[in-house]
């Protein structure tokens, strides 16, 4: 798969689209490319997801078919702000699949963001590069048997610490 560049100096392997906040053009232009078939590289901004992403990593996103999204996917998706968001999946609901949701949760988080729309899912990330939480781990490959693993162990530990923090809450 191709990727576009935005960087002032070219290199096709180094590649990467930076952004900040609410941005509705940003969001559609990565929509545009996705859909079309291209993979796109974003660099971590924000700490939701650490200590997994801590910032700065670079992460390859693909368009995938939302019947293929599992428990433990990271997902690129679009609130209702038009803000580009990368979190964890934990949960999947919904009959078909032309009416599926998502509940997502960033990592460092005590609560699940709002149910996503399927039609909100931009990508999946299936590769990180250079990342702060493995420093020996030049290239994680996210679609690999041992990272899909990984990654439902992590949801499902989110999904515990959620229902942990919601108790506290209630009885506290």
């Known amino acids: ?57 670079i992460l390859s996103i693909k368009k995938v078919p939302v019947s293929s999204l599992k428990k433990g996917d990271l997902i690129l998706f ?35 963001d709002r149910p996503i729309n399927q039609n909100d899912v931009l990508g999946k990330v299936c590769k990180i590069e250079e990342t702060a939480f493995l420093p020996w781990a030049k290239n994680i490959n996210m679609e690999s048997f041992f990272w899909k693993k990984v990654n439902f162990s992590i949801a499902m530990l989110n999904v515990l610490k959620t229902e942990l923090h919601s108790a506290m809450l209630r009885y506290f």
Do not use: C, W
Request: charged letters at 25%.
């Open 1 to 57: 798969m191709k990727n576009l560049s935005t960087n002032k100096a070219y290199s096709p392997q180094k590649e990467t689209f930076r952004t900040n906040g609410s941005d509705p053009e940003m969001l559609k232009l990565f929509e545009d490319i996705l859909n079309s078939g291209t993979s796109i590289r974003i660099k971590v901004t924000g700490r939701s997801m650490s200590p997994f992403l801590k910032g700065n990593e």
């Open 78 to 112: 679009r609130t209702p702000q038009d803000t580009p968001v990368i979190h964890r999946i934990i949960k999947r609901s919904g009959v078909n699949e032309d009416h599926s949701f998502f509940q997502t949760k960033g990592d460092a988080l005590f609560m699940p």
